[in-house]
């Protein structure tokens, strides 16, 4: 079992910045993504940003060059800063941890923590 807990969610104005970051515990494995997704009102949850453990990453679109995305190993925690945040960028932002060490693979979701930017 893995358990994610999420943190640096809150309110700011549009143009504002953010970082929000996550602490995984448990049973963790070398091999891993840890992502961010976010889920707005009536939406569906989305991807925003990955980073694998052999330091791929990827992004939205819609927040390529705004948002970005770390890690650090040895403490097992993942960040995402969030520059030039914008009003459609508000939704609870959720840490994922996947692991494809296992079979069958294993995903863990954290609680998700607010976002919310003012216009």
């Known amino acids: 079992q893995v358990q994610l807990v999420e943190s640096g969610g809150g309110l700011v104005q549009a143009g504002g910045s953010l970082r929000l970051s996550c602490v995984a515990s448990?049973?963790?494995?070398?091999?891993?993504?840890m992502s961010w997704y976010r889920q707005a009102p009536g939406k569906q949850r989305e991807l925003v940003a990955l980073?694998?453990?052999?330091?791929?990453?990827d992004y939205a679109d819609s927040v390529k060059g705004r948002f970005t995305i770390s890690r650090d190993n040895a403490k097992n925690t993942v960040a995402l800063q969030m520059n030039m945040l914008k009003p459609e960028d508000t939704a609870v932002y959720y840490c994922?941890?996947?692991?494809?060490?296992?079979?069958?693979?294993?995903?863990?979701w954290g609680q998700g923590t607010q976002v919310t930017v003012s216009s």
């Open positions: 994922n941890y996947a692991t494809t060490a296992l079979f069958p693979p294993r995903s863990y």
């Open positions: 448990g049973t963790i494995f070398s091999i891993n993504t």
């Open positions: 980073i694998s453990s052999g330091d791929s990453i």
